[in-house]
Nanobody
Framework: VQLVESGGGLMQPGGSLRLSCAAS????????MSWHRQAPGKERELVAR?????????YYADSVKGRFTISRDNAKNTVDLQMINLKPEDTAAYYC?????????????WGQGTQVTVSS
């Protein structure tokens, strides 16, 4: 199983970045996908989540609503996070997560993370 994030980097406030997560080794269409982030000294937090089908039920943290958009391509086994109007407080390591439930048990995988730094 692999989740490989890419697209992080250094961006000025107000700029845009697109993160991508490539999944392999599991049945991608059975898993809800999400992006989380962790800033230094803070707990990891959920940023956005998309259902297995990409249909209704997409979730965004209040801090990113209207600025971030999560999407998935089930043909390519990828999930993206488009980020616009970036703010310094968006600086964090961003992690891709895959989760499913079977018989009341959750199964999840994490990527290694990609760093996003927003600074002038």
């Amino acid at each position: 199983v692999q989740l490989v994030e890419s697209g992080g980097g250094l961006m000025q406030p107000g700029g845009s970045l697109r993160l991508s997560c490539a999944a392999s080794g599991f049945t991608f269409t059975n898993y809800a996908m999400s992006w989380h982030r962790q800033a230094p000294g803070k707990e990891r937090e959920l940023v956005a989540r998309i259902t297995s089908t990409g249909g209704a039920g997409t979730y965004y943290a209040d801090s990113v609503k209207g600025r971030f958009t999560i999407s998935r391509d089930n043909a390519k086994n990828t999930v993206d996070l488009q980020m616009i109007n970036l703010k310094p407080e968006d600086t964090a390591a961003y992690y891709c997560n895959a989760r499913t439930y079977r018989s009341r048990t959750s199964y999840e995988y994490w990527g290694q993370g990609t760093q996003v730094t927003v600074s002038s």
